[in-house]
């Protein structure tokens, strides 16, 4: 580079995932030099992983649109955005003036929470649709979190968060934080945290089917059969409560229905389960001491026990553990957060907590929760007629969601769709019309949801890098006029300006804090750690925190069921477990158009264990059928001994064999998708989040 070219340095947070990692990005006007992490950011401390470095292939991949597209009999062709704004709102209102506003579905992707345009204008927007057919990516993965937190401390983000920098335990079920960096738990660089807390005398716990990337660092690691980790909670829990190591503690007063939890583990004597678990009791009651004689301690599950049959109820017994040991909200424990931006406190004075199961979906009858429905029966509803017409924003259901297939056919039947999205990919493929929006370095960004989940309380605004040019549109533009078009009502202000007015409800007013104030903080700024606060962020009516909620307390007894059937037969047609997992170069079903990201080695494989290999004859790199009871896939198999027996693993996020879709890297290495085989009738019955960890299938050799 000529030494007469200026350089700039800009700082800002990755959106990528939840570690919300600070970037130090060089650059001239129009131009990246280098996207290192910033070693001077409060909460990342210089670390960054493969997808930081990816924006800059994101800014100049020219596969992205930039431009509104319409489906024509003779292909796309490029509209101006009046003339796509027009034409969708015109048809939106025939299609609700024929058939009911609830004729319109809507859909909100995981990246919705990572662009703060999407999170301030997205519900305005669908609000104006008037449609009780809302679905988001939270039923994919995480509506156990917000139903556990709503029903035992009375708000749905009240979500408790590991103090990991200062616990002397930590048991982890069903997470792979060295690769995730935390999910709903933002904690840049795991390792190092794992690394610190055995370094200073105390122990790091991991329970998984399969040997992960958190296994090699931990203290200890231990196979558990997919989907029985709510036997597994129940157990540790008999044996506290059988040796009497339970703890009430400072929460004591705020503590009901003690004796209902005593009750009900009485029955799940570990000597009797432990061979449906695939721990030995010895090993479980060590756990359940070792937990409960630390100086602290704190269990945190995450996606692999909250996508299962019963997911609702994993993550109400972590919270249960957690609190009979007192060890919630408390040093070294279960914390709760105290962002600058209160999103808790905000809503929670408004009375809006949450809600859960006022209503039913049409198909299905699965439950309402806080105004929408989980998306396993979303193809349902439109393959029987109750929708018409759909909106994806930022999101790629055919990919991500159970039985992907199943929903591309539904949204053939569409009268009308549209998609909010940069690519024209594998669900806005079947749009009529796709608004393309910024993404990236080219918007200004304040992480509203993962501030709420940090370990430490920070806070930190990044201006947008680049200027969009004349033709593009940002998210809360397209928003904005979609809304104002629908209900006639003109919002001119500005994403800055509605951070200005959440900031004067700031914790920390005292800071006079502002968007110009965190401007003069490029690094963020830090607040703190972790303090105790639950018993003054309580929000349930009587201010208590409910051990044992009347709708978690009835599902143990559909586990009882269950496990009689265990006990009779396990075997089926299907006799493997299908299990996802996550890769530190994946980044859901985004981002497989980046060079840095998709380069390398195949890494859609097939896991599976050398033995069941062996009985299977099945070689290594050998390409097999993968069949569940909804389709089937041809996969390259990788054979490993870091995996459970009767247990195979497909990486999430792929499948970019579909014809129609412009991603030309994701296309030169596209896999195939694990929702192609994932059932959207096999969901948790008490929260309807998807269940992943439930498919069954069977592999045939080709």
């Known amino acids: ?376 029966t979303l193809a349902d509803e439109i393959l029987e007629n109750h929708v018409k017409a759909f909106v994806s924003i930022a999101g790629n259901p055919v990919l991500s969601t159970p039985n992907g297939s199943k929903l591309e056919k539904a949204l053939e039947q569409l009268e009308f769709m549209v998609s909010i999205d940069i690519y024209l990919n594998e669900t806005s493929k079947h749009a009529h019309i796709i608004l393309p929006t910024t993404t990236g370095l080219e918007t200004s960004h304040y992480d509203l949801a993962f501030h709420q989940l940090a370990i430490r309380n920070t806070a930190k605004y990044s201006q947008a890098l680049f200027e969009k040019n004349k033709n593009q549109r940002h998210d809360w533009e397209i928003l904005s006029a979609l809304t104002e078009k629908m209900n006639g009502v003109k919002n001119s202000i500005t994403p800055e300006n509605m951070l200005n007015q959440m900031l004067q409800f700031s914790p920390y007013k005292s800071k006079n804090l502002s968007v110009n104030k965190l401007l003069e903080h490029p690094n963020g700024i830090d607040f703190g750690a972790l303090k105790p606060c639950l018993t003054k962020r309580l929000f349930s009516k009587d201010k208590k925190i409910n051990l044992a909620p009347k709708v978690f307390v009835e599902d143990i007894n559909r586990l009882k069921k269950q496990l009689k059937k265990w006990f009779i037969n396990e075997e089926t047609i299907y006799p493997l477990h299908l299990i996802g997992r996550r890769q530190l170069r994946n980044n859901n079903s985004w981002m497989h158009n980046s060079e840095v990201l998709i380069k390398g080695k195949n890494r859609c494989t097939l896991l599976i264990n050398t033995k069941d290999a062996l009985d299977l004859n099945i070689k290594n790199e050998q390409i097999v059928l993968v069949k569940s009871d909804v389709g089937s896939v041809k996969i390259t198999v990788e054979i490993t001994d870091k995996i459970v027996q009767g247990v195979v693993s497909i990486p999430h996020g792929f499948g970019h064999h579909r014809e129609g879709i412009k991603m030309k890297l994701a296309q030169q290495n596209p896999g195939i998708s694990i929702n192609d085989l994932t059932n959207d009738k096999q969901i948790d019955k008490l929260t309807g989040n998807a269940n992943f960890s439930g498919t069954k299938v069977k592999i045939e050799a080709l």
Not at 326 to 336: C, L, Q
């Open 1 to 376: 580079m000529s030494s007469n070219i200026k350089t700039k340095t800009h700082y800002r947070t990755c959106n990528l995932c939840e570690a919300m990692c600070g970037l130090k990005i060089v650059h001239t006007k129009h131009k990246i030099i280098s996207i290192k992490g910033n070693e001077k950011d409060v909460l990342s401390k210089g670390h960054i992983c493969p997808k930081a470095i990816a924006l800059k292939d994101l800014y100049t991949d020219k596969d992205r649109l930039k431009t509104p597209l319409k489906r024509t009999k003779n292909g796309w062709i490029a509209i101006s955005w009046e003339e796509a704004f027009d034409e969708i709102i015109s048809k939106f209102k025939i299609l609700q003036k024929k058939y009911g506003n609830n004729a319109i579905a809507t859909y909100q992707g995981n990246p919705n929470v990572h662009n703060l345009g999407l999170m301030l204008y997205g519900k305005p927007f669908i609000k104006s649709l008037q449609t009780k057919q809302k679905y988001t990516a939270t039923s994919v993965d995480q509506l156990p979190h917000h139903i556990a937190s709503l029903l035992v401390f009375g708000h749905q983000m009240m979500i408790p968060i590991p103090d990991i920098d200062r616990t002397d335990y930590l048991l982890i079920l069903g997470a792979n934080p060295a690769v995730s960096n935390g999910s709903m738990l933002t904690a840049p660089n795991f390792s190092t945290k794992i690394k610190a807390i055995q370094k200073r005398g105390g122990k790091v716990i991991n329970i998984d089917p399969r040997f992960t990337e958190t296994s090699k660092i931990s203290s200890e690691h231990h196979y558990i059969k997919p989907g029985k980790d709510a036997l597994f909670l129940l157990t540790i829990l008999h044996v506290i409560f059988k040796e009497n190591l339970f703890k009430k503690g400072h929460l004591n007063d705020y503590l009901k229905n003690w004796n209902s939890i005593q009750d009900l583990v009485k029955d799940f004597d570990p000597n009797k389960i432990e061979q449906h678990i695939g721990i030995s009791t010895n090993e479980i009651t060590k756990i359940a001491r070792d937990f409960t004689t630390a100086k602290t301690a704190v269990c945190y599950g995450r996606l692999g026990v909250s996508v299962q049959e019963f997911g609702g109820l994993c993550i109400w017994l972590v919270a249960v553990l957690n609190l009979i040991t007192d060890n919630t909200d408390k040093i070294g424990g279960a914390m709760f957060t105290l962002p600058a931006i209160d999103l808790v406190a905000m809503s929670g004075m408004q009375g809006k907590t949450g809600t859960f199961n006022r209503y039913q979906s049409n198909v299905n009858n699965l439950p309402e929760y806080s105004g929408e429905f989980p998306v396993a």
